[in-house]
Structures are given as structure tokens and as C-alpha cells.
């Protein structure tokens, strides 16, 4: 079973750093592409970033020169290093194990930019 359980979000002022992490278990961790996603209530889904078994990362444009993704395969965690934070970015965000027969997320941490 596939489990995903993220930590790391809380309440930020604009330009602060959160680091969110994301433990996965249940499934050969270091074979699978990782992503992060972010949505507010009432809205789906969008992708932030994702990286492959190799470490080929893949960020939106919008947070690229901000946010990073990066993973430590032998403790079964992926990061998603985020600066200098706007409110824009005030989200719940989920960790994913990407699959072609379908990604898992986790149930999502809350992060909140404001002043």
C-alpha cells in the first residue's frame, strides 16, 4: 500500500523559506518519478515540480527560479525547497508518486503566506 506523508508547511511571512518533506513507504522508492502539486479549495490540482529515479528535475515556470525539488532515495524522501514565498503561493501542497497506471498523493500540507 502506498503511503506518502508530507511535513514542513506553516505559516510564513512574504520572502520567507519553507522546506516541505515528503517520507514514502508502501513501494520501491527510488524506481518511481516524485512530484509535488498545489491547489486551493475549490480548485484541481497543478504541478509544481517532479524528479526522476536519475534526478531530472522539472519545475513550472512560475516558481522555477524559487522553488526546489530534490531527493534522498535511501531515506525515501523527496523536498521541495521554497523561497522567497509570495502569497500567491499560499496552498495545500501534496506529495505524489508518479505512475503511468495512475500517481498517489499524499493528504497535503497547508502553507500560508502572509503578513
Known sequence: ????????????????????SCVGSGFTFSSYSMGWFRHTPGEARGFV????????TFVTD?????????????????????NN?????????????LSSSGNSFGQGVQVTVSS
Open 1 to 20: 500500500q502506498v503511503q506518502l506523508e508530507e511535513s514542513g508547511g506553516g505559516s510564513v511571512q512574504p520572502g520567507g523559506s519553507l522546506r516541505l
Open 49 to 56: 515540480a517532479s524528479i526522476r529515479p536519475g534526478g531530472t
Open 62 to 82: 512560475s516558481v522555477k527560479d524559487r522553488f526546489t525539488i530534490s531527493r534522498d532515495n535511501g531515506k525515501s524522501t523527496v523536498y521541495l525547497q521554497m
Open 85 to 97: 514565498l509570495k502569497p500567491e503561493d499560499t496552498a495545500i501542497y501534496s506529495c505524489s508518486r
